[in-house]
């Protein structure tokens, strides 16, 4: 009986090691992709900032990131972002990246579409600002920004393979009279696309708020 009783117990403890094992390969972090800051500095896992500056682009006014991503290896890759908001005072937060544009105006969690992203890619903006209410108000918008790896499948969808790297960032406007202008002009600049808040693609910009991407890469968000 005792032999029996030791034998059930190998069995037992062999029969969940495969998924203790997928539990550690879901835990594991694919650092293909890096955030890095305006510097080329690596913002590593888990890393939190806050960023304070205040900007006036002539429609609205805006709280940057002033995060970009790396591609560190030189194959091409497949990803979005996948966006926490865990503090909101007022307005809304938009992520462009990598190809389309997210808006989230409420706590919870959002995801942009997965895309492309070359080898050896280096300071890719990933486009994420907050977007005040109220410009001349106190107030604090923060969210955890994490990297979702995926490869390509048939036709033009997307298999997702596990998480990249996260960073959380706190966006505080703590001088509402400190206002900076962006000062970037988009005359002559040909527009490749328009899309509303919730990212769907407009064939022209209609009343509201209208998220432009432009051929260069850019992005500026024009309020009609």
Request: proline share 3%; with cysteine; charged share 20%.
């Amino acid at each position: 009986m005792k032999k029996l009783f030791t034998l059930c117990l190998a069995l037992l403890a062999l029969s969940s090691m495969p998924a203790m094992a997928q539990d550690s390969d879901e835990d594991e972090i694919d650092n293909t992709l890096q955030f890095v800051d305006s510097k080329g500095n690596v913002i590593a896992d888990g890393s939190e900032i806050t960023v304070d500056s205040l900007e006036d682009d002539g429609f609205l006014c805006q709280v940057s990131s002033g995060l970009f991503v790396n591609n560190t290896s030189s194959e091409t890759v497949y990803a979005g972002m996948e966006v926490n908001i865990t503090r909101l005072d007022n307005g809304s937060i938009s992520c462009c990246f990598p190809v389309n544009c997210q808006i989230g105006d409420h706590v919870g969690t959002f995801s942009t579409m997965a895309g492309a992203i070359d080898g050896g890619t280096q300071k890719k903006t990933i486009q994420t600002e907050w977007l005040p209410t109220d410009a001349t108000s106190y107030g604090q918008a923060s969210a955890v920004f994490r990297i979702c790896m995926y490869v390509k499948g048939p036709g033009t969808k997307y298999i997702p393979t596990g998480y990249g790297p996260s960073v959380t960032i706190n966006f505080v406007n703590r001088n509402p009279a400190g206002i900076k202008s962006i000062g970037t002009s988009t005359a002559g600049k040909k527009v490749a696309a328009i899309y509303n808040v919730r990212g769907e693609s407009l064939s022209q910009m209609q009343k509201g708020l209208n998220i432009v991407r432009y051929a260069d890469g850019t992005v500026k968000k024009v309020l009609l």
